[in-house]
């Protein structure tokens, strides 16, 4: 805890030369760790928080596993347990599976990465002639049945997202979307024109941004403009007074991402599919 060694020196004395600890830990917590000193054993009654005890270990630089704490709630010790395994374990699929792709991408050069983890089983299918819309094309596809596996719990969700936080990068989203592997069926529309339908299967996804810039959106929206004086580029009227004010309207730039992310009522009648 105090050696020149450990992981952000936070221990430091003050202008006395004085160490002051246990900084914003509770006097029941503090008082159930000092049994650790006496005995090698935390028990932990009840009322005290499992989590809190975690952060105090952590910071004590005691060993937290089962062999250390013994508590009646078993949920919530093996929830931190779980943590740490997860953690350990995302460590390795990021350096062995995901690092990999992202710099694939980084060479190409791109600033973001999107990555569907589907199955060892699964497979694409896609009409080259009709391919599925929403941008799927360009989404990076990870074969790994144990990483779809590792993502179906939101808990290991969180320990990912926090791992790559600790790793700089950002804009970092995880979850599950529905991904198309295969066409069903051809339907026919009116005017000879096909439409194909396509099997979508609930996949993880995980996206991030490696760049230093996010949240900020890219395209400007114009709003309506007013002035008072008229271009050459404007017919004149007679009855256009010179004070006249003309409104300028111009429609805002709007991604596609945002169109297809809009609710259903804001869409526009020329938006809305046949």
Request: aromatic letters at 10%; one cysteine or more; a negative charge.
């Amino acid at each position: 805890m105090f050696g020149p060694g450990r992981e952000y020196n936070f221990t430091r004395p003050n202008e006395k030369g004085e160490y002051e600890i246990a900084e914003g830990i509770s006097s029941a917590v503090f008082r159930t760790v000092l049994d650790y000193y006496k005995t090698g054993i935390i028990n932990c009654p009840d009322g005290i928080s499992i989590p809190d005890l975690r952060d105090t270990c952590d910071y004590l630089c005691i060993n937290f596993d089962f062999n250390t704490i013994k508590c009646q709630d078993l949920s919530a010790l093996l929830h931190e347990l779980s943590n740490d395994g997860a953690h350990k374990q995302f460590d390795s699929y990021l350096e062995e599976l995901i690092l990999p792709i992202m710099v694939d991408s980084a060479r190409k050069g791109e600033r973001e990465c999107h990555i569907v983890v589907l199955t060892d089983e699964d497979t694409v299918d896609w009409d080259e002639d009709h391919p599925p819309p929403m941008g799927e094309e360009y989404s990076q596809i990870l074969y790994s049945s144990k990483l779809y596996r590792f993502f179906k719990y939101i808990e290991n969700r969180d320990v990912a997202k926090a791992v790559l936080k600790e790793r700089g990068l950002k804009n970092i989203r995880i979850g599950i979307e529905g991904y198309p592997t295969c066409k069903e069926k051809v339907k026919r529309r009116p005017g000879g024109r096909s439409e194909v339908i396509y099997n979508y299967v609930q996949r993880p996804f995980i996206q991030m941004s490696w760049e230093k810039e996010e949240g900020k959106s890219r395209h400007v929206d114009f709003q309506c403009v007013r002035s008072k004086s008229l271009t050459n580029l404007v017919t004149v009227g007679d009855d256009v007074s010179e004070d006249h004010e003309v409104l300028m309207h111009h429609p805002p730039q709007v991604d596609e991402l945002d169109r297809l992310n809009a609710p259903f009522s804001q869409m526009v009648v020329n938006d809305l599919p046949d």
